[in-house]
């Protein structure tokens, strides 16, 4: 996984880099499909569930899902990429939100918190704890900065398959939940809205909006639990 975990920081490090003016969340699919072939490995989206493409690109109000359709990224969006990988039978599964450009204050803040709830979730990941610890982490931050936890999309358990026991929800209790042990992997996910936490499915069934319309931002990491807490499996070396 470790391997699988490298070869998707680096495209996703593309695929950010790709987020200017302009560009359209197409020409970002393409390159993910391209470049994650390139490294011998498997758009893992692709056909999942009857997912028709090869990453989920949410802009702006789009929480999550959000299926690449020719839309031209502008200055001031914020962009989220979530995007998986198979490599040798090994699931990697990552992503996070990008600003094009110059983008206003408050969603730049929101990008900030974000990030910022998943590393204090993943540094809640330890052994000993429980994952009703890695929930209140993260909801704490989120809420104490203003903003909402998104319901009813978390994360997950990972290794052969994409989604697997157990589930990771973005809300919690210490110390509820099932005890963190080394050997665990675990998909990190903090979704979270500018305004409340009310979303809606698009016609097209996969692209969740936020039901008041505000901005909506996403981050998330692969680890895996190892004696002395997560090992981030989704981050180049460079950007520890």
Same mark, same amino acid.
């Given at each position: 996984?470790?391997?699988?975990?490298?070869?998707?920081?680096?495209?996703?490090?593309?695929?950010?880099?790709?987020?200017?003016?302009?560009?359209?969340?197409?020409?970002?699919?393409?390159?993910?499909?391209?470049?994650?072939?390139?490294?011998?490995?498997?758009?893992?989206?692709?056909?999942?569930?009857?997912?028709?493409?090869?990453?989920?690109?949410?802009?702006?109000?789009?929480?999550?899902?959000?299926?690449?359709?020719?839309?031209?990224? #502008? =200055?001031?969006?914020?962009? @989220?990429?979530?995007? &998986?990988? !198979?490599?040798? +039978?090994?699931?990697? %599964?990552?992503?996070?939100?990008?600003?094009?450009?110059?983008?206003?204050?408050?969603?730049?803040?929101?990008?900030?918190?974000?990030?910022?709830?998943?590393?204090?979730?993943?540094?809640?990941?330890?052994?000993?704890?429980?994952?009703?610890?890695?929930?209140?982490?993260?909801?704490?931050? #989120? =809420?104490?900065?203003?903003? @909402?936890?998104?319901? &009813?999309? !978390?994360?997950? +358990?990972?290794?052969? %398959?994409?989604?697997?026991?157990?589930?990771?929800?973005?809300?919690?209790?210490?110390?509820?939940?099932?005890?963190?042990?080394?050997?665990?992997?675990?998909?990190?996910?903090?979704?979270?809205?500018?305004?409340?936490?009310?979303?809606?499915?698009?016609?097209?069934?996969?692209?969740?909006?936020?039901?008041?319309?505000?901005? @909506?931002?996403?981050?998330?990491?692969?680890?895996?639990?190892?004696?002395?807490?997560?090992?981030?499996?989704?981050?180049?070396?460079?950007?520890?």
């Amino acid at each position: 996984m470790r391997q699988a975990g490298r070869r998707l920081a680096e495209v996703l490090d593309l695929l950010a880099a790709m987020v200017n003016p302009g560009v359209t969340t197409t020409e970002i699919d393409r390159t993910a499909n391209r470049e994650i072939r390139r490294r011998d490995s498997f758009p893992g989206f692709l056909g999942y569930d009857g997912f028709p493409k090869h990453l989920c690109i949410s802009v702006n109000n789009q929480v999550v899902h959000g299926i690449p359709d020719g839309r031209k990224i #502008v =200055e001031g969006d914020i962009v @989220s990429l979530d995007c &998986g990988l !198979i490599y040798k +039978g090994w699931w990697a %599964d990552a992503g996070l939100t990008v600003a094009c450009g110059e983008v206003d204050a408050e969603s730049a803040r929101l990008i900030e918190v974000t990030k910022e709830a998943l590393d204090l979730g993943i540094a809640a990941a330890v052994p000993g704890n429980h994952l009703g610890d890695i929930g209140h982490a993260v909801q704490t931050h #989120v =809420e104490k900065n203003g903003y @909402s936890v998104v319901r &009813g999309y !978390i994360g997950h +358990g990972i290794g052969r %398959d994409m989604h697997e026991d157990p589930e990771v929800p973005n809300l919690g209790t210490p110390g509820r939940g099932i005890e963190i042990h080394p050997g665990l992997c675990l998909a990190i996910e903090p979704i979270v809205n500018e305004g409340d936490p009310g979303t809606s499915v698009e016609p097209d069934g996969w692209t969740v909006i936020t039901a008041d319309g505000k901005r @909506s931002c996403y981050f998330e990491h692969t680890i895996a639990i190892g004696p002395d807490g997560a090992e981030v499996l989704t981050r180049l070396p460079e950007a520890v």
